[in-house]
């Protein structure tokens, strides 16, 4: 039975891949701030699933799923998938206490777990799978420290590869577009209409079709590595420049 922690379970791609890989016959540990949503999902899920509150920003924290005794600490797949974003405010008129959360958790919390995480990874030959963003390649008005973030993931996703070299470890850096979760409603501080308007009308991808990309990478053949792949719904493309004129 092979052994995944999720990070950010507690909504969106994180909850639905905890499903997947439950029902797929994998153990999962996940992770989370809000531990009634874990709690929930651990009836739901049963004893394949152990709930950890674990805060992205705790280093101590992160540190101690490092320790988890067998079998939970025999982890095959890190879904490093916890993480936010600040409004798309102007920098200047954005909080900074956002900005440092934000940075915290999808930089900082990533990069520390894991590497607490890596002398495991590597005696058990396991794959680390980063959430990344098209928001890391395709600019956008108000997106620099989130893009900024994602850009990050992606290349340190690269660059561990260069490390990992020989061990057998995998390193995929996944980069969504558009996608119908908790994310806008936490990005805009709980404005659901906003949420909602943005997702109208153009089919959005979903949290499920995020965790069937989840399931299928983790069950490649151990040659194959994916280093980066992105996807979209099929209602989202590229606008052009903006051009400024006299
Ligand atoms: P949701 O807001 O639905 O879920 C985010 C998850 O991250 C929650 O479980 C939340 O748990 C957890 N999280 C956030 N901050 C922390 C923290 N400090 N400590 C622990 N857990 C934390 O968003 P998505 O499912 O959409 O996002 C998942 C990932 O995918 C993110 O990294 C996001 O940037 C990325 N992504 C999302 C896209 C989209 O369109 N939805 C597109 C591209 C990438 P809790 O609040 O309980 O702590
Ligand atoms: C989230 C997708 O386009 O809102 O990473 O930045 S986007």
Redesign the pocket.
């Known amino acids: 039975m092979k052994t995944a922690l999720i990070?950010?379970?507690?909504?969106?791609?994180?909850r639905a891949s905890a499903k997947r890989f439950v029902d797929g016959g994998w153990r999962v540990v996940g992770?989370?701030?809000?531990g009634d949503?874990l709690r929930q999902l651990q009836e739901a899920l049963g004893d394949a699933f152990l709930p950890l509150e674990?805060?992205?920003?705790d280093r101590a924290g992160l540190d101690s799923l490092a320790q988890l005794g067998a079998p939970w600490g025999q982890i095959d797949l890190l879904l490093n998938?916890?993480?936010?974003?600040p409004p798309t405010t102007p920098l200047p008129d954005t909080d900074w206490d956002r900005i440092d959360q934000v940075i915290d958790?999808?930089i900082t919390?990533l990069v520390a777990l894991t590497r607490a995480l890596l002398p495991g990874l590597t005696a058990r030959k396991g794959h680390i799978i980063n959430?990344s963003?098209v928001a890391a390649t395709y600019p956008y008005k108000g997106g620099a420290v989130y893009a900024g973030t994602k850009a990050f993931v992606r290349q340190f996703s690269l660059d561990l590869r260069c490390d990992l070299a020989g061990t057998g470890v995998r390193v995929t850096s996944v980069e969504?577009?558009?996608?119908e979760?908790?994310?806008t409603i936490?990005r805009t501080g709980g404005d659901h209409e906003a949420s909602d308007k943005l997702y109208a009308g153009m089919d959005p991808m979903t949290?499920e079709d995020l965790a069937d990309l989840f399931w299928w990478l983790a069950n490649l053949p151990p040659h194959l590595n994916i280093n980066t792949i992105e996807l979209m719904p099929v209602t989202q493309s590229w606008a052009g420049f903006a051009v400024e004129r006299k």
């Not at 990070?7 to 994180?14: D, H, M, N, S, V």
């Not at 992770?31 to 809000?34: D, E, K």
């Open positions: 990070t950010g379970a507690t909504a969106g791609f994180g992770t989370g701030r809000r949503r674990i805060d992205m920003r998938n916890a993480g936010l974003a958790t999808n919390g959430l963003s969504p577009g558009m996608a979760t908790e994310f936490v949290s």
